[in-house]
Nanobody, 117 residues
């Protein structure tokens, strides 16, 4: 059914930047919420940022001022611009999207972000 394809992860040094992208497809209709969760080593999967179709955003406190989430509704794509990266940001980042007609989100496969010198 739904497919979420993520890209942009990789290895960067502390203070560096990455931009994650996630393109959603496979289901008709509008996507209400798109966003990113992450799961670091030995940690739970936590919300990083989300964005509603109207543009309202929500961020985890630890990334406020460093990360920016945005979306292109015409392309069903969500982005996460990650600046001033810290080792603590190292995690697998999972894209998600919830279509308006569904109560549950769909998930991407995850992309590894490693921040290390």
């Amino acid at each position: 059914q739904a497919q979420l394809v993520e890209s942009g992860g990789g290895l960067v040094q502390p203070g560096g930047s990455l931009r994650l992208s996630c393109a959603a497809s496979g289901i008709g209709g509008s996507i209400h919420v798109m966003g990113w969760y992450r799961q670091g080593p030995g940690k739970q999967r936590d919300l990083v940022a989300s964005i509603i179709r109207d543009g309202n955003t929500n961020y985890q406190d630890s990334v406020k001022g460093r990360f920016t989430i945005s979306r292109d509704n015409a392309k069903n794509t969500v982005y996460l611009q990650m600046n001033s990266l810290k080792p603590e940001d190292t995690a697998v980042y999972y894209c998600y999207a919830r279509w308006t007609i569904y109560s549950q989100p769909f998930w991407g496969q995850g992309t590894q972000v490693t921040v290390s010198s």
